[in-house]
C-alpha cells in the first residue's frame, strides 16, 4: 500500500485530462534508466500465541528504536510515527501494524537482497528474537481482524470506514494481509502498455507460485492463499484484471479514462484527509470540492487508491503475490525482471499472456487462490504454465548485463518442482511454533 508523506505543493494548479495523461509520459525512461524497486511486507508475531502485533503494541516504539539506532529519519502524523525514510527507502506501517520495506530503486536483484536482509538484520536487533517472529505470509495466521487495532494514519481510518460499505473483505485486506510488490520503468507508453497487459495477464499464474496463506484466526482456510480470496472480493469499484481495457490497446489515455472514474475513497486536500464525498475524480474535476479543484498532487494519491492487480503510476506495479520469506521472495522480483526488461523475453511473455483472455482472468485467479499450482487452465496445471513463465524468464535476464540474476529463480524452480505452492505445505494444525517456522524470515 502506497506511503504519501505531505510536502507542500509545489504546484496547486488545478488539472485537465490532458496533464493527467502527461503525468504517466514523464515516466518514460531510456533502458539504460531502468530500475527495478520492491514493496516487502510482514508480520510481527508473538513467538508464544502467533498473534499479530499492532501499531500500539510495539510497532511504533519499534519504528523509534531504529531511528535512534540507524539514522532513519521518522516521520509523524497525528504526533505518532508511521514512516522512517533513509536516502531512497521507505518503512511504513500497514493499518493492521504490517511492516513495509519500500527498496531504493535498484539496478540489480542483488541490491534489493542486501536491503532486505540489512532490514531484516536491523528488525531483529529492536526486538527480542525470543518473543517476536518476523513473517511472511499472505495473510495472519492466527489473529482474527477484529483482534488487530487499526493504526491512527488518518488515511487507513477513513478507508477503514469507506471499503466495509463496498465489500466484504475490506478490513481483512487493510489489516490481515501481506504481499510482495514489485515495480518497473518503462520506455514509452507503448512498451508501459505491453508491460501493463503483460503483468495483468500472467498475475495469476505466477502468484499460483507463490500462494502462501492457508491458515487464518487459527483455522484452515481450504486455500492456498486467503489474501487471493480477500482480493476477490475487494471493492469492484478499483480492484480486479481491468478486463475491459485489455480489450484495447493499453495506453496511457485509456488508463487515465479508467481512473478518473474510480469514486473517490477519501480527500486529502492540503495536508488534511476528508472521508469520501461520492464523486469520482473527473467529477471534481468537473465542479471542484467545497471550491477546490484537484492538482496534480491529487491525482498522485488517487491513484494510489487504485489497487488493480497491477498498476501504472510513472512506472508499473506488479501487486498481486503473497509475501514469503526469503530466498523466495527475492524471486518475485527475479521473475518479473526477466519477463519485462528484455526484449525478446518480452515478446514471448506478450504471446504466452495471450493464452489467458481477459474475460478469464478473474476465475483463474479465484482458482489459484483456492489451489495454487494444482489449479487448472486449459487442460493443464498452473505449474506447468508457471514453468514456461519461469522459463522466459530466466532467459530475459541470461541476455541481460547481469546474468547471474537468473539464479535468484532457482527457489521459485524448487518451488515447481513439487507442483505444490508454498501455501500446500504448511503445518496447518500444528503448533505455533510449527506455523512460525513456515513462513518465519530465516
Known amino acids: 500500500m502506497s506511503t504519501h508523506l505531505h510536502r507542500p505543493a509545489t504546484d496547486d494548479s488545478p488539472v485537465s485530462e490532458a496533464d493527467l495523461v502527461a503525468y504517466f509520459a514523464a515516466g518514460c525512461k531510456p533502458p539504460e534508466r531502468w530500475r527495478v524497486g520492491a514493496e516487502f511486507e510482514k508480520f510481527a508475531l508473538d513467538r508464544g500465541t502467533g498473534l499479530q502485533l499492532g501499531f500500539d503494541d510495539g510497532i511504533e516504539s519499534r519504528l523509534c528504536h531504529l531511528a535512534e539506532r540507524f539514522d532513519w529519519e521518522?516521520?509523524?502524523?497525528?504526533?505518532?510515527?508511521?514512516?522512517?525514510?533513509?536516502?531512497?527507502?521507505?518503512?511504513s506501517i500497514e493499518p493492521g501494524g504490517q511492516v513495509e520495506l519500500s527498496t531504493a530503486p535498484a539496478t540489480d536483484i542483488c541490491e534489493l537482497k542486501a536491503e532486505?536482509?540489512?532490514?531484516?538484520?536491523?528488525?531483529?536487533?529492536?526486538?527480542?528474537?525470543?518473543?517476536?517472529?518476523?513473517?511472511?505470509?499472505?495473510?495472519?495466521?492466527?489473529?482474527?481482524?477484529?483482534?488487530?487495532?487499526?493504526?491512527?494514519?488518518?488515511?487507513?481510518?477513513l478507508m477503514a470506514e469507506y471499503l466495509p460499505t463496498r465489500c466484504e473483505y475490506g478490513l481483512h485486506m487493510m489489516k490481515a494481509t501481506a504481499s510482495t510488490q514489485v515495480t518497473f520503468d518503462y520506455a514509452d507508453e507503448a512498451d508501459a502498455g505491453r508491460k501493463f497487459a503483460v503483468a495483468l495477464c500472467l498475475s495469476p499464474v505466477v502468484n499460483a507460485a507463490f500462494a502462501n496463506g492457508p491458515l487464518h484466526a487459527g483455522r484452515a482456510t481450504g486455500l492456498?492463499?486467503?489474501?487471493?480470496?480477500?482480493?476477490?472480493?475487494?471493492?469492484?469499484?478499483?480492484?480486479?484484471?481491468?478486463?475491459?481495457l485489455l480489450a484495447g490497446d493499453v495506453t496511457f489515455d485509456?488508463?487515465?479514462?479508467?481512473?478518473?472514474?474510480?469514486p473517490l475513497l477519501f480527500t486529502e486536500i492540503g495536508g488534511t484527509f476528508r472521508p469520501a464525498p461520492g464523486i469520482t475524480f473527473r467529477e471534481w474535476m468537473s465542479r471542484g470540492l467545497h471550491g477546490h479543484y484537484p492538482t496534480l498532487h491529487e491525482w498522485d494519491v488517487h491513484i494510489s487508491t487504485v489497487f488493480t492487480e497491477a498498476r501504472m503510476k510513472r512506472f508499473i506495479e506488479v501487486r498481486g503475490a503473497d509475501a514469503n520469506p526469503t530466498p523466495l521472495a527475492l524471486a518475485v522480483p527475479a521473475v518479473w525482471k526477466g519477463l519485462l526488461y528484455d526484449a525478446d523475453a518480452l515478446d514471448a511473455a506478450v504471446a504466452l499472456a495471450a493464452e489467458f483472455p481477459p474475460a478469464e482472468l478473474r476465475a483463474l485467479s479465484a482458482a489459484a487462490a483456492r489451489d495454487g499450482l494444482r489449479?487448472?487452465?486449459?487442460?493443464?496445471?498452473?505449474?506447468?504454465?508457471?514453468?514456461?513463465?519461469?522459463?522466459?524468464?530466466?532467459?530475459?535476464l541470461r541476455r541481460g548485463d547481469r546474468p547471474y540474476e537468473a539464479a535468484f529463480l532457482d527457489p521459485l524452480r524448487e518451488v515447481l518442482a513439487t507442483g505444490r505452492s508454498p501455501g500446500d505445505r504448511w503445518p496447518v494444525g500444528g503448533t505455533v511454533a510449527a506455523v512460525l517456522t513456515a513462513c518465519e524470515y530465516p
Open 254 to 262: 485509456r488508463w487515465a479514462g479508467f481512473v478518473l472514474d474510480v
Open 116 to 157: 532486505l536482509d540489512l532490514h531484516l538484520a536491523e528488525l531483529r536487533a529492536v526486538c527480542d528474537p525470543a518473543a517476536v517472529a518476523w513473517c511472511a505470509a499472505g495473510v495472519t495466521p492466527f489473529s482474527r481482524v477484529e483482534e488487530i487495532p487499526l493504526n491512527p494514519r488518518p488515511r487507513h481510518r
Open 375 to 396: 489449479a487448472d487452465h486449459r487442460g493443464r496445471p498452473l505449474a506447468d504454465w508457471c514453468r514456461e513463465v519461469v522459463a522466459v524468464a530466466d532467459a530475459g
Open 224 to 244: 492456498a492463499s486467503f489474501r487471493g480470496r480477500v482480493w476477490q472480493g475487494m471493492d469492484p469499484d478499483r480492484s480486479g484484471f481491468l478486463a475491459e
Open 74 to 91: 521518522p516521520h509523524g502524523e497525528g504526533g505518532r510515527v508511521t514512516t522512517l525514510t533513509r536516502g531512497g527507502s521507505t518503512i
